[in-house]
């Protein structure tokens, strides 16, 4: 039987990510099918929406590698969704038949490349620094939309600043990928950009701010921003990548390819191979002389009080109205890009007064009664609630639990030691939890109850009894048990309390 001739791309997954990615390649002209291997009604009605876009679906199509090439042309090249391991089974199958198997990053960065961008990566830390930067560049008056892990797909953001920008100047999708070549090495200003002949200053964006997980950087290896910034680096996802090694090694990929390196000091990750990297931007939420006993000649530091770079003092580190010493590294990453992007002192303190904080990440949701309660629904892993509860004032009673992860929860046990005087336990990891507890020889009181609509009661009756100034929401679990994602989770805990 004659081999069938491969055309087209099929995305895997109707997430946010998968059609995203679908609509950019359906907006570039490129012949694009979605697959997805659940159904169902509300599904149904999403894929006939997009079939009136012009993007066929295909519901209730498992990820089979024989499966897909039975398609009608079977698919040149597959984009995969972060959800899916990009080691799976099916994909490694049609590797070996010659398809192209790549994230759904890999179409916004070559049709994207015509903006700068500024890549944030780590294990935490990065949804924060994503946050911080896009409010210092935006109000420092450039245009720099969020996307990519958090917010708005890149792709999406693509298709909609970009591509349409550059078609409204008479750039065909065919010549994105060569003008996006010819200029994703300008200068770091991120300053306008010229469309041709006679169209003039393009109407794009100045900067893509985009945050970037591991599983998104290991599918696109040939991301490389103008800026990238290494917030922290930590035990995480290692059931998906096996090893710490590995995870580390996806990360650094990203900041090796970047322009411009800023990475955090204070991390002891990090700090331990300061020495290997030829160039970097550092930052240190301590003394400068610190960082150079270390090895480490800072970027940017505190001093008395004060952000410094080798000029002087630049602006008060307390211009950001976020607590712990984690949110003064997140600043200064933040501080380091924003000075790259052209901005001043005195306009990155202006907003950092004006930052409204991150949803989900030590959101002070009400002060109700005398308890001030706190959302922390992105703290996913041991060492993101680790840093939740040194960055508050105990007492505290605090809510846990979801699905449990790999990792060391010993740092995280010494701080509920410290600060809490109860914990409250929810979800598929709350008999696991317990057992950590008692072995980690916690001694303060430990309930368990099945999720969060039980969970909030239970700790506004405990921190009454306890005199406690603060409730925290910081699960230490990934969502998926009870919730979609981490937000589902941190929107129902805070629509439970300002129901109290």
Known sequence: MATRERQGTVVLGLGRSGIGAARLLRALGEPVCLAESRSGNALAEQAAALEAEGIPVKLGLPLDADRLDALTPPPATVVVSPGIRFDHPALEALRARGVAVQGELVGAWRAGRAVPWIGITGTNG????THLVHHLLE???LDAP??????????????????????????SPSGLSALGASISDASLSGASLSGGSSAGKLALPDWLVVELSSYQIEAAPELAPAIGIWTTLTPDHLERHGTLEAYRAIKRQLLEQSGLRILNADDADLRSRAASWDQAHWITAGPRQAALDAGIDPHLWIEAGEVWNAEGPLFPAAALAMPGDHNRQNLLLAAAAALAAGLTPAGIEAACRSFPGVPHRLERIRLHQGITWF???KATNYDAAEVALRALDGPLVVLAGGQSKQGDAAGWIAQLHRQAVAVILYGAARQEFTGLLAAGGYGGRVESVEGLDQAVPLARELAAQGVCPAVLLSPACASFDQYSDFEARGDHFRRLVLAL
């Not at 591509?163 to 750039?171: C, I, K, M, T, Y």
């Open 139 to 141: 109000a420092g008056g």
């Open 126 to 129: 990065k949804t924060t620094v």
């Open 146 to 171: 969020l996307c990519g892990n958090v917010g708005t797909s890149a792709a999406d953001v693509v298709r909609q600043r970009i591509v349409a920008g550059l078609a409204a100047s008479g750039v």
């Open 375 to 377: 959302n922390d629904s």
